[in-house]
């Protein structure tokens, strides 16, 4: 009896370290994320006029005047949401109104769904658009494929999409020195896109010149700085939405 006491009291002992191991684990894992460069993202948005409002916890609009056209945009996987602010910022002085989300634990497989309700709060929106960068794009594609009446389209940047897009209107952006981009898994999942997905490759750019946020492991040397990536992603996005 005192020995099988033992082994219970060992086994509980046993358990209780792997979960602790696995909670230290996880807990390393999602606070080792990608900070947004709050000195660059001032910088760049001191030559623009928008500015962000917060419409809810964690949600920013950035809202032209008069815009009839809308994209919630899903942040790339351990990467801070507010690092994409400039992107947001040059796609809404094109008149675009964009919706920046944030995620939990930077990781947008955590909350596919984090796009319901946000469409119903701009009712002069005549047509919307979803997409988002690297994990965040293949997240917001799969939001997208369950939610396909209300969205005229989906924006990939340096993303792809697992989920069926052949009916939506996809324009697919990276950079040409994109170190992070699995481009055997781009191409393999290329059919699940339309026959007639506009992709465009930022001569220069790299993974992570869509947002501001430094050095991404792995990245490839960009020849163009993120500020430059950022405004042609918007002028491409804008040209996109407006065909």
């Not at 709050?38 to 964690?58: N, P, W």
């Not at 009712?123 to 209300?150: F, K, T, V």
Request: hydrophobic fraction near 45%; charged fraction near 20%; glycine fraction near 10%.
């Amino acid at each position: 009896m005192l020995n099988r006491w033992k082994k219970i009291k060992l086994s509980i002992i046993i358990t209780l370290a792997v979960l602790a191991v696995l909670f230290c684990a996880c807990a390393i894992y999602v606070s080792d994320y990608y900070r947004a460069d709050t000195v660059a993202i001032s910088a760049f948005a001191e030559e623009y006029t928008v500015t962000g409002k917060e419409l809810r916890d964690g949600v920013i609009a950035y809202e032209p005047e008069n815009a009839i056209v809308g994209f919630i945009f899903y942040p790339g996987g351990k990467v801070e949401y507010t690092a994409y602010e400039p992107l947001m910022i040059a796609c809404a002085e094109k008149g675009v109104l964009c919706v920046l989300v944030e995620m939990p634990f930077n990781l947008a497989v955590l909350d596919i769904n984090a796009a319901d309700g946000i469409t119903e709060l701009f009712p002069d929106i005549e047509s919307w658009y979803i997409g988002g960068h690297s994990l965040g794009g293949s997240m917001a594609s799969s939001y997208a494929a369950n939610n396909g009446g209300i969205f005229e389209g989906v924006i990939l940047l340096g993303s792809y999409s697992t989920a069926d897009l052949t009916q939506a209107r996809v324009l697919s952006l990276y950079g040409s020195e994109d170190g992070v981009m699995n481009r055997e898994k781009y191409a393999k999942y290329r059919a699940n896109l339309p026959n007639d997905a506009v992709e465009r490759i930022v001569d220069g750019g790299c993974h992570a010149g869509f947002g501001m946020y430094g050095t991404q492991e792995g990245d490839g040397t960009p020849t163009i700085t993120s500020a430059e990536q950022v405004r042609i992603a918007a002028k491409l996005i804008k040209e996109f939405v407006q065909e």
